[in-house]
């Protein structure tokens, strides 16, 4: 299936810091999914970027797609406690075999 | 309520005694697929199916079987456990493969001795 990067593998903030995940593909994406596993829990999907240069938000989440479809991100706006957990993104390009991204665990330091 | 059901959520058995991990959803999907997550390795795909009698492998196939007779049902199989099998397992499921998300099963964590 196809490869995604995705980094940094580990972020540690201070509550109420940004925060930033990336992932990236050397190759075109049909789409991209971002999910969100709480720590003990088991991933749960966010949101799903379609189109070139596609900005979605969710509260204090801003998600964007590359102009190229190649990288995405997932951005957080003032951390909070309830923002801890492991930040994965799905490849998607036509294929059955969905890739996973390696994951970010953020962790929030109080 | 819609769901995917995994069972044992926790299993811890001995080496070369074979083991079954169910998985069921109640969401009449197409798409059924099982993962492993080790740390810093992230959720790496097993085997996967796009819908009755129909399987393929995926990323990591090795050491497991699954079979899907039922639309609703998606076994998955360790004929003959090894430790570098012990993990965390998921299975999910979705309407189709690329543009529907996916519902995770609570997990089980195998313990390989």
């Known amino acids: 299936g196809q490869q995604v990067m995705q980094i940094p593998q580990y972020q540690h903030v201070q509550e109420g810091e940004d925060f930033t995940t990336y992932c990236n593909s050397s190759?075109?994406?049909?789409?991209i999914q971002w999910y969100k596993q709480r720590p003990g829990g088991h991933p749960v999907f966010l949101i799903q970027?379609?189109?070139?240069?596609e900005v979605k938000k969710q509260k204090r989440l801003t998600f964007q797609f590359g102009e190229a479809k190649k990288n995405s991100s997932l951005h957080i706006t003032a951390t909070q406690t309830t923002d801890v957990g492991t930040y994965f993104c799905r490849s998607g390009a036509g294929s059955y075999q969905l890739t996973f991204g390696k994951g970010t665990k953020l962790s929030v330091i109080p | 309520e819609a769901q995917v059901t995994q069972n044992p959520r926790y299993l811890i058995t001995v080496t070369g005694k074979k083991l079954t991990v169910t998985c069921s959803q109640n969401m009449n999907h197409e798409y059924m697929s099982w993962y492993r997550q080790d740390p810093g390795l992230g959720l790496r795909q097993i085997y996967y199916s796009m819908n009755v009698e129909v399987t393929d492998k995926g990323d990591v196939p090795e050491g497991y079987k699954v079979s899907r007779k039922e639309k609703r049902n998606f076994p998955l199989i360790l004929e003959s456990p090894s430790p570098n099998q012990t993990s965390l397992y998921f299975c999910a499921s979705s309407f189709w493969t690329d543009n529907s998300p996916l519902h995770f099963g609570n997990g089980t964590r195998l313990t390989v001795t």
């Open positions: 970027l379609v189109k070139s240069g």
């Open positions: 190759t075109t994406l049909s789409n």
